[in-house]
């Protein structure tokens, strides 16, 4: 019979014979390469031919007797076990016939693409891949490999790898029986990433399971760094329905370290490839176009709408892409299901919350959305895992598969290196435990027995506490909970917890806080980057032009940096709107802005000052304003994200509203024009007098319950001395709050509210859900309690109505 299959040969029913991995570049080899799905090609040798080899040696009673009574926990005995059972299949010499037809089929290969062509070499277990086990790294791969003998002797290392220690634990731990999975060996032309770039796609968000966007990492040079988390690399994430409608929605970047890039090596067995250091000037350079993002964005769409009509289900997937650095070419080299995210309740909502702060030791990029607690054990050594203790947090440089054993046994995991695809965090999200990666120092910084709480829960930052923190977990099932009539809305600023906010019921943003992107991820004065030569600060000035390295201006920064903030938070909320309040920083706050000392003045009182309107029109600010314009135009027009609706704060005047609106206009935001509406906040009471007036320039209004309230009752909610005076709920801000509504209602405008009141409040909102408001805008820890209120007073009024009637 023959040993080999080609991948045209091959399709993803073909599991059985050729492993899952595989199977499925067959697959895509057969089915998706014709539509412009890039897979290099290769052969598969089948596991039949490792069963050939097992028979023909006679060592398969050898192997069952060598895991009898194995205590999978002993990792010193899981080790002895697993070096003798990789040491009787390697020992095992290749059938005469199996290595012809394998040196007949490299022949083959190298007819195709040249002489003693590199190959890769990779594993594919007969249960790989499966719906609810991905089995992801548990073989070997030898990439680089040149030569029949080299191959030959790779295809022996692969058979050999079905018996990892890491193998051996993952099968007992799903119930696969060893000695019923058999192993697959594929062989596929190298992609010279080597010269280039690799790294790997998911269909998903990775820690929320947020279905709408493509998540992809990559560094410099062959892919095993970014897999196996031995580099910290650069992540970008695209918008799935923007992206099908034909726009360029990369709604986030990352810039990863990517100190590291392997290449090939000497050739040797044991050294077929080798890391070497980064050149600065490329760690701070993408590797990845945005053209080329947004290639990769759409094969993988093609690839999982293909598996999805196969399976008649959504199917999430986990792909590895390559770069070619002779022809610049991206190609896939891997794609199998998602097994963790896409297999969670999403009709379940299970938030960590931590209770108390305490010293940060460490902070990276956090996985999952968890907390957990316990003593430090790091760990820089392989040869030093049976000194780790279950219920420990595992602290190393980075890890392998090799590491697999003690990690399930881990409370938590903490790694120097890696990113949101990296081995330690596939197999946390996979354990459902919290990681916390691309520390840089955590390894330095945490000691071995130390009391530590790694914190998850606080967006896509991950930090490591000192000490014990008390935390809690709250459950909500949201099947069947009820929508009130009146719309629930979210005030929300920071993009890092969109994907995972979007989740409550809800019915879009009422308040994106511009300020919170702009303080967080910028950090620099728009003004200082219009004009960097009039900061005289000669370290804001070197620290302006080290976060802007790389970008086409200064100014650009900060566009694409606003852009994407706000990207990401209609990305993760749409079709719903999302209203996004233009800056509305005081100037004591822009001023501690880097560069930001050199374009503010000195208030008396910054809260009635220089804020809101009064600046986009004014030339101390007007260019700043027009950078705001910019980005939201970029993710309205480029982006595709047609939900985001502007709104303007603090407008004192009819004149002034009609300046701003020109000032938009002038920088390419037409009111009326794509869909384009805008909001003003209704905070000052001449909103309220000249409602009628104001309704004739926007589409909705916001009511400010804070400002509106200061204003109103003339205090300053900055000064503690009369805090006691300031309350929402007095009857003169009420009943200017209701002529707001039914103001709007008369010129059929929206009326909203996004203050503080109703989310500390539960008879405020009653009292507005009363007025027949549009929208409330919570606080997302005040949503479902709120929406409950509102279904009450809703119940309530109902029966009113029909008492009367």
Known sequence: MSWIRWFSEITIDDVPLVGGKNASLGEMFGELRPLGVRIPNGFAITAEAYWHLIRSAGILEEMKQALAELVKEDVDDLALRGRRLRELVYGAPLPGELAEEIREAYRGLCAEYGDNCDVAVRSSATAEDLPTASFAGQQETYLNVRGEAQLLDACRRCFASLFTDRAISYRIDQGFDHFKVGLSVGVMKMVRSDLASSGVIFTLDTETGFRDTVLITGAW????????????????????????????????????????????????????????????????????????????????????????????????????????????????????????????????????ILEQKGEVLATGTSVGGKIAAGPARVITDIHKLGDFSPGEVLVADTTTPDWEPVMKTAAAIVTNKGGRTCHAAIVSRELGIPSVVGTGDGTERIASNREITVSCAEGEVGRIYSGELPFRVERVDLAGMRRPHTRIM??????????????????????????????????????????????????????????????????????????????????????????????????NEYASLLGGRAFEPDEENPMIGFRGASRYYDERYREGFALECRALKRVRDEMGLVNVIPMIPFCRRIVEAEKVLAEMAANGLVRGENGLE??????????????????????????????????????????????????????????????VVEGARRNGRHSGICGQAPSDYPEFAAFLVEQGIDSISLNPDSILKITMRVLEMEEQLAQQGNKRS
């Open 221 to 352: 040079g062959l892919g095993e760094n970014v897999v196996q988390g031995a580099v910290n690399p650069d992540e970008f994430t695209v918008f799935k329905p923007a992206l099908r409608q034909g726009f360029r929605p990369i709604v986030r970047r990352r810039l990863g370290e990517k100190k590291i890039r392997m290449i090939y090596g000497t050739g040797t067995s044991k050294h077929l490839t080798k890391n070497v250091e980064v050149p600065r000037e490329e760690r701070r350079r993408f590797c990845l176009s945005d053209d080329e993002v947004l290639e990769l964005a759409r094969q993988a769409l093609m690839i999982e709408s293909h598996y999805e009509k196969r399976a008649g289900r959504e199917m999430p997937m986990d792909i590895e892409w390559a770069k070619d650095g002779e022809s610049g070419r991206l190609f896939i080299v891997q794609a199998r299901p998602e097994t963790v995210e896409s297999r969670k309740r999403l009709d379940f909502l299970e938030t960590y």
């Open 490 to 587: 979210m005030n929300l600023g920071n993009p890092e917890e969109a994907f995972s906010l979007c989740r409550i019921p809800n019915d879009g943003v009422g308040l994106a806080r511009m300020e919170f992107i702009i303080t967080n991820h910028i950090k620099i004065h728009p003004m200082a980057l219009v004009h960097p030569l009039r900061v005289e600060d000669e370290a804001s000035r070197r620290e302006i032009a080290r976060l802007t390295a790389g970008y086409a201006d200064p100014p650009a920064y900060f566009v694409e940096k606003l852009a994407e903030g706000i990207g990401t938070i209609a990305a993760a909320f749409h079709p719903k709107p999302v209203i996004v309040r233009m800056s509305d920083f005081k100037t």
């Open 678 to 739: 805008v909001y003003v906040m209704c905070e000052i009471p001449n909103n309220v007098i000249m409602i009628d007036e104001f309704s004739r320039l926007f589409d909705g209004f916001s009511i400010g319950s804070n400002d509106l309230t200061q204003l109103t009752l003339g205090v300053d909610r900055d000064s503690a001395l009369v805090a006691h005076v300031f309350d929402e709920r007095d009857p003169g801000v009420m009943e200017l709050i209701g002529r």
